[in-house]
């Protein structure tokens, strides 16, 4: 196996575990559909990093996060749902892209391309997954209890916004990965789809999550896998992958 | 702050998003009393406690006896269906591990209940696991929003009775809200009828006269005392 695709199965399998991680969050906070529209926020940043020649990755997560930021922001002030908020400005930053990229960046824009992945990126790429990762172990079990009652979560005294605004922002990092790898319209299956399969085997939350993170990193291998073997595109390949547990998972319904 | 107060409120005033929800009220409570509050909905009951709980910003004075620990029992907890969860595991998101064991026996389950999926609860015992959520920590006070009537699913204990008897095994104080008049005459110490402003204060036998009722809730009262014969 040549090294380059050895970097990119081991990046992959970094990205698998935090999305399925971060995913496990978002299915019980009901916010899966979020990631959709908060992905095609991050278009026009890939869209100006393939014009100016920078890093998709990074051009995404700097518009993920004045948009995030934005997001948090609007909500607080016009008291508007997430979603609402969300799906405004995830039309305009949708329009934006399409009318500066040519047809072939759209094409690497919405479903990713992991073939260009080097040891450079790979080794920022895992490094970040791994700060996320353990941005997200602190506040999980508050954004679970936030999910589960407000009223509770008050009662201890947790700070929401504070920890909304850190739960965006993983949603951020974790898509401007993603948005790289399988592209701006898969992206949100790559974390929904693992949580949705664990969800369907597991009995208690270790499983739930454990399990999230797992078929994460196997649907990317997978995934990956297929690519190297079919030469098809690597996003939707892995996003089928995903989809294939989450059938069999189905089948094993508890 | 006297000996036995463990919550002194004077002159509170609450008002949220313009509108004014809590006027000048000010009641005492002691340790180890039972204190209901009163009222229709729409009063204000839950508005009070979260204020009590510090979630509400409030003019006025709430001042806790110091070092005094809180739990909180909510109106209404939606059920935990979107995520696997077992019991035990829902306890330990309030941080401590240690205490399931014993919190879980404290409202009348057995230890292996623990392993039980929070989803698939009925009320009556949700409700119960609600209340040994808000005695992890030890609490010294229980703020009690609308506690279910007529569910009891062990078929011996109702929620109140079980309110009675952590009361006694903890020396808990307990405030109560609740729009149930029954509850008033057999479980409390001391009531404070709320509708907006204080209507009324002192032990339920002083103060729960008809005209006080009808005072507290119009047309309403009717229905309760019709409730309350049978």
Known sequence: MEIQFLIILITVIF????????????????????????????????????????????????FLFIGTILIWFLESKTKLPTETVIAILFSASLAITFLFLSEHEI????????????????????????GVFFLLQKIYSKLLLISVSEDLAKAEGINLKKYQFLYLLSISAVVAL?????????????????????????????????????????????????????????GPLIILASALFFLISLIFKR | MENDIVLKVKNLNVELEGER????????????????ILGPNGAGKTVLLKTLLGIFPYKGKIEWESGVKIGYVPQRVPFVKDVPMNIEEFFTLK???RETKEVIKLVGFDENFL????????????????VAWALIGNPDVLLFDEPTTGIDITGEETIYQLLERLKNEKKL?????????????????????????????????????????????????????HHHQH
């Open chain 1, 15 to 62: 990205i698998g575990a935090i999305a399925g991680y971060l995913g496990s969050l978002m299915l019980s906070r009901k916010m899966t559909i979020v990631v959709d529209p908060l992905s095609h926020l991050a278009l026009p940043g890939v869209a100006l990093a393939l014009i100016f020649g920078k890093d998709i990755s990074l051009g995404a997560f700097l």
């Open chain 2, 95 to 97: 941080g401590i591990k």
């Open chain 1, 107 to 130: 094409e690497e824009a919405l479903i990713g391309d992991i073939s260009k992945i080097g040891f450079f990126e790979g080794v920022i790429t895992i490094l970040i997954c791994s």
């Open chain 2, 173 to 225: 104080t307990i405030i109560l809200v609740t729009h149930d008049l029954s509850v008033v005459y057999k479980f409390s110490d001391r009531v404070i009828c709320l509708n907006k402003c204080p209507v009324c204060q002192g032990t339920p036998k002083e103060v729960l006269s008809p005209e006080i009722l009808s005072k507290l809730y119009g047309q309403e009262v009717k229905f309760y005392e």
């Open chain 2, 21 to 36: 929800i809590l006027e000048n009220l000010s009641f005492e409570v002691k340790r180890g009393e039972v204190l209901t």
């Open chain 1, 178 to 234: 993603g948005v790289k790898f399988v592209g701006g319209l898969l992206v949100a299956g790559l974390t929904a789809l693992p949580a949705a399969a664990s969800k369907n085997l597991s009995k208690n939350l270790k499983e739930y999550y454990l399990g999230s993170i797992i078929f994460g990193i196997l649907s990317c291998l997978l995934g990956s896998l297929l690519f190297k073997v079919t030469h098809l595109p690597a």
């Open chain 2, 115 to 130: 392993k039980k999926n929070i989803g698939e609860l009925s009320s009556g015992q949700y409700q119960r696991i609600l």
